[in-house]
Structure formats: structure tokens, C-alpha cells
């Protein structure tokens, strides 16, 4: 049973949505333009000299595409099962496996099979990013290097560097995905950060 007070549950939600715009490499106009809640408004809610209403919440959980229980850092009860929701983007299918806002977030993620090769579109952005291929070949991009990675490889990189995912060989592909902002890591590295890492699982 959650036992915290009104005013707990409302001071908790600040540092929540500033972490989820955070994960998601938002900015408050970013948002503000989403949602129309202003700058302003967002900053204040952000830094918890605003209060949350449900008029604020509803735009803000759709734009960030968590339940409204999880701004709000509600406790979960009843049914233990955890429902996942897929996210389809850039033709590929994403299934969080992790819900916490802030640190390193856990992700399935299914590349579809097609019978075209695909034309690569690399993409950068903040974080860090570690995958394991669970089934088919990864075409992997990073920076100037194009790799293909088997089932039971696993590569990690900076997103700062130009990178693309998909199918090696046209057919679907399912990898086991952490990404963190940067500061934020899988595990220890060894080597420089300028370029991926890639190894095969030691089992």
C-alpha cells in the first residue's frame, strides 16, 4: 500500500518529467511545441514550483507515451503481470522492457524482414548504447565501419557518432537493446570511445 502523502506523490513528479525529457533528448520548447503547455509552465512543474494537475499530466503522458500512473510514480498492485507496450519507429518495432525513468533503459527491438536492401539513414543523438543479437544478422553502421553481427554478438558505441540498424541479409532480425545517456554505461569499457566494440558472448 503507498503510504506517502498528497504533497510526496506531488514533489516526486517534477524530477520525474525532467528525467523522462531528459531519456528522450527533449528540450522544453521541444515539448511545449507537443504538447502546448508552455516553457515556462514546463520549467516550473520541472522544478516543482508548479503543481501537477491532470490537464498538465494528459498531454505530457502522451507525449513521453508512459501511463499517467507512472508520471505520477503510482504503486502497482493486483495483477502481477507487466504489460508491454510496442512502439513502432523508423519501421522497426521497440518493446521496453524497463519503465523507470532515468539510467539505463532496457529495449527488444524487432527489425522486419523485407526484400529490398534498405538504404541507410545513420542517426546520432546523446546517450550510449549497448546490443545483443538474439536471432538473424544485424547490419550494424557506426561512424565509418559497417559490421554484421550473428546471433549471440554484441557491439556497444557511442550515439554521438553516425549509426543505423537493420537487416544484414533481408530477413527479421530481434536484438536485446540498453541505451543510457552518456555518463551512463552497460558495463566497464576497455577501450577507446571513438568506435564500436564487438564480441561474442563467452557462453
Known sequence: MDRRTDDEVLDAVGPRLRALRRDRGLTLADVAATTGVSESTLSRLESGRRRATLELLLPLSRTYDVPLDDLVGAERTGDPRIHLKPVTRF??????????PGGVHAFKLMIPARPEP???????????????VLTGRLRLLVGERDL???????????????HWLGTADGRAVELL????????RAHLRTGPRTGPRTGRDPA
Open 91 to 100: 519501421g522497426m518495432t521497440f518493446v521496453p522492457l524497463s519503465r523507470r
Open 177 to 184: 537493446v540498453l541505451f543510457g545517456l552518456q555518463g551512463v
Open 148 to 162: 554484421t553481427l550473428s546471433p549471440g554478438e554484441a557491439a556497444e558505441f557511442d550515439t554521438s557518432l553516425p
Open 118 to 132: 534498405a538504404v541507410p539513414t545513420p542517426q546520432t543523438h546523446e546517450g550510449f548504447e549497448w546490443l545483443y
